[in-house]
Nanobody, 126 residues
Framework: QVQLVESGGGLVQAGGSLRLSCAAS????????MAWFRQAPGKEREFVAA????????AYADSVKGRFTISRDNAKNTMYLQMNSLKVEDTAVYYC???????????????????WGQGTQVTVSS
């Protein structure tokens, strides 16, 4: 069972940038498709971005396209989310997730992912 630990969250002004990391406990990290989700207070958890096991295919929510970039380094068992041009509405707890069932597909639903990290807070101020 893979364990996931997010880092890199914090407080940033609108228009700024942050880079989130998700470190996995297993050397079989490359067997998983990975994704980022976020949850704002009072709202449901929503899809942000996903990446297949190889890193060749990615998917993004419309709200972050052109601003966020998902990537992974299988040699380091780590996934990243580069967030640029941040907006106040990007404020949320960001979670990374892993899917071993369909690792060649970048899926966007919460229930597609079996393993979750504890989350890291991102706050964007105006």
């Amino acid at each position: 069972q893979v364990q996931l630990v997010e880092s890199g969250g914090g407080l940033v002004q609108a228009g700024g940038s942050l880079r989130l990391s998700c470190a996995a406990s297993e050397r079989t990290f490359s067997n998983y498709a990975m994704a980022w989700f976020r949850q704002a207070p009072g709202k449901e958890r929503e899809f942000v971005a996903a990446i297949t096991r190889s890193g060749l295919t990615t998917a993004y929510a419309d709200s972050v396209k052109g601003r966020f970039t998902i990537s992974r380094d299988n040699a380091k068992n780590t996934m990243y989310l580069q967030m640029n041009s941040l907006k106040v509405e990007d404020t949320a707890v960001y979670y990374c997730a892993a899917d071993s069932t369909f690792p060649a597909v970048a899926r966007s639903t919460v229930r597609a992912y079996e393993y979750w990290g504890q989350g890291t807070q991102v706050t964007v101020s105006s």
